[in-house]
């Protein structure tokens, strides 16, 4: 039988309105992750680069001040979680971009270490940790707000835009500073040129923010409000963010390694230029992008636990091979971006179904706190982690199969966690 709620959500207008104003600060969010990866070798320059000091030493404080934002994500997650189930969705939502905006402009505001000295670099990590809060309180509100206004039937193509909406805002990242790379000196580039993509986050932030503050509640909320139930036992809510963000960890570790890291990788150890690093990360967004809605699409007909397995097991068996495809100064440049763009094809399998695999583990009363958190705490460890780690192994080890390895390893546990999906999840109705 079809809810209130249900009947409700068909509705195409409140439904694209709803989808249009989740998926867009998305957008803003990732476009600024894209660029501060695209951008890290001249970040680590301008700010973790004291005179005398090395630039893989720099490189891999940059990291970390990349990895810190994504470790204030969980916080942020629990703060605008619980707003988000506690006081509405769109609320929640308001904020968030607000603050995501005010803190990437700022960014392209910053004096550098030649200016301010030490102080700089700790400016950066202070704004970083800004745009972890927001971060961590935007997946949970706009997934939440997606599948809760999602047609019957239609939770994993709804879903899937809040991760084609990623994909999106990296490829605006890459395009952004593979344009400032070609019509700016390398001078220009390291000197002020950097700066404009971050500022350019200011009207965008704008539009997106006008249309969350026209964007109604959710339905599924209203109804909860309405006729409040007990929440779940926080035993059970605990072991859910557990297996959800096992769930997606493949998902997190080898997106950011094939969509983000491969930059940086490929200029510090593969010596490529600026330019041919992000054209091979435009190809992998490209790919990334082409198959995440036909993958949210099949999983609202054969369900998350095939498309997402899939994906996982490829990464498994393909990461190694593309590595070394990337290594092989024989291999054509056409080889290569063929390569790069099936990497971030096979990503998408796992992205697409993702969002409405996680929003359908909890009910609503917690369905903001639980699936942010489950995003967030694997982002942080697996996401926000992974330059760090794959530069400072690298570095270590000396070998440049790395982050095959990370990508490999990662995926490989996921396969074991979407196992314990069931194979009905996407047919059953929202709690």
Not at 275 to 290: C, K, P, Q, S, Y
């Amino acid at each position: 039988m079809t809810t209130s709620a249900e009947r409700s959500e068909a509705s195409p207008v409140r439904s694209r309105r709803a989808l249009l104003a989740g998926s867009v600060g998305n957008f803003v969010e990732w476009y600024e992750f894209g660029v501060y990866g695209y951008f890290a070798t001249i970040i680590a320059a301008n700010f973790f680069t004291p005179e005398g000091g090395s630039d893989v030493e720099a490189l891999v404080k940059t990291y970390a001040s990349f990895a810190l934002a994504f470790f204030f994500r969980p916080v942020g997650a629990a703060l605008f979680g619980r707003i988000g189930d506690r006081i509405g969705r769109r609320p929640t939502l308001i904020l968030v971009i607000g603050l995501m905006t005010l803190a990437t402009t700022l960014i392209g505001l910053l004096p550098t270490y030649a200016t301010v000295g030490a102080l700089a670099p700790w400016l950066l990590t202070l704004l970083r940790i800004l745009q972890g809060l927001s971060a961590g309180g935007e997946f949970g509100g706009a997934v939440s707000l997606m599948t809760e206004f999602a047609q019957p039937g239609r939770r994993g193509l709804y879903g899937s835009w809040q991760s084609f909406t990623v994909a999106l805002g990296l490829l605006g990242g890459a395009g952004a500073a593979a344009l400032l790379a070609t019509v700016l000196s390398e001078a220009a580039l390291n000197d002020w040129g950097w700066r404009l993509p971050f500022l350019l986050t200011l009207p965008l932030g704008a539009v997106a923010l006008w249309l969350r503050l026209r964007l109604e509640e959710t339905p599924r909320f209203r109804e909860a409000e309405a006729a409040p139930v007990a929440p779940p036992p926080t035993r059970e809510v605990v072991r859910a963010i557990v297996l959800g963000a096992g769930r997606i960890m493949g998902w997190a570790a080898a997106g950011y390694t094939f969509l983000v890291v491969l930059p940086s990788y490929l200029q510090s150890s593969l010596n490529a230029s600026f330019r041919e690093a992000l054209i091979a990360t435009v190809l992998a967004n490209l790919g990334f992008a082409a198959s995440i809605i036909p993958a949210g699409l099949v999983s609202d007909r054969v369900g998350r636990r095939p498309v997402m397995l899939t994906g996982a097991v490829l990464v498994v068996l393909l990461a190694l091979p593309l590595m070394n495809l990337l290594q092989d100064e024989g291999a054509s440049a056409a080889a290569k971006g063929a390569a790069v763009f099936a990497a971030g094809a096979v990503v998408g399998l796992l992205a697409g179904p993702g969002p409405a695999m996680l929003a359908e583990m909890f009910p609503t009363s917690v369905r903001c706190t639980g699936l942010g958190l489950a995003y967030a705490l694997s982002n942080a460890v697996f996401s926000g982690c992974a330059g760090l780690v794959i530069t400072e192994l690298i570095k270590r080890t000396g070998s440049v199969d790395i982050p095959a390895y990370y990508a490999a390893a990662t995926c490989a546990v996921s396969v074991f966690a979407l196992l314990t999906l069931r194979g009905d999840d996407h047919r059953r109705a929202l709690r």
